[in-house]
């Protein structure tokens, strides 16, 4: 599949059968996030892979009851590195957001060429997330999702026309 077929085809899902994930396959979900571009190429993030059942089931309950988040084999936790990241990238921002983001679309667009669903997770309580995942202080945790094989078909949800978010020469 091209690129475009793979963004156009991806769903967040929130419904998993639990089988296990390939090793070979959960390496090459990995490593489309490893290959992700980063201000001054710093890289500044980890990745926490999640299969123990109880850990799963904290993550769940950190991100308020978002049960389908330990029904999938494996949770990834996206965690950012504000103190190695670039302090000032662009306007005003640390870069580590920015990084760690594009990162974690990688990753998700990876899952979806294999035929894994993932649903990027936002809504969560970070400080117990942290605890659940023992991640240290200085470090945040960004996004989860979870990694697994898809037990529903979602249709699309309708995007803004082009028409509408872009312009040229001028902003308008
Ligand atoms: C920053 C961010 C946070 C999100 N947080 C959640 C979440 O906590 N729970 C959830 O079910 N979906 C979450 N989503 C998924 C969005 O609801 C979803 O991407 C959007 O409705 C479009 O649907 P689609 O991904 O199927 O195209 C989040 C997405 C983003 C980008």
Not at 57 to 74: C, H, M, T, V, Y
Not at 88 to 110: C, K, T, V
Not at 137 to 145: D, F, I, K, L, S
Request: glycine share 6%.
């Amino acid at each position: 599949m091209s690129v475009l077929e793979i963004i156009r085809d991806r769903r967040s899902v929130r419904r998993y059968n639990g089988d296990p994930v390939p090793e070979e396959t959960l390496a090459r979900v990995l490593e489309a996030a490893r290959l992700a571009p980063s201000a001054k190429n710093i890289q500044p993030w980890k990745f926490v892979v999640v299969r123990d059942r109880a850990t799963k089931i904290g993550l769940a309950k950190a991100a308020f009851g978002q049960s389908f988040l330990s029904e999938a084999d494996i949770v990834v936790a996206a965690c950012g590195l504000p103190e190695r990241a670039y302090p000032r990238q662009g306007s005003y921002m640390n870069s580590w957001p920015i990084d760690l983001a594009i990162a974690f679309e990688h990753l998700i667009l990876q899952a979806a060429e294999e035929g894994l669903g993932t649903c990027w997770i936002g809504a969560f309580d970070e400080t117990a997330a942290k605890a659940v995942l023992g991640v240290p202080g200085e470090v945040r945790v960004m996004a989860m999702t979870p990694l697994g094989w898809p037990a529903e078909s979602p249709a699309p949800r309708g995007r803004k026309p082009l028409s509408e978010i872009v312009s040229y020469d001028r902003y308008r």
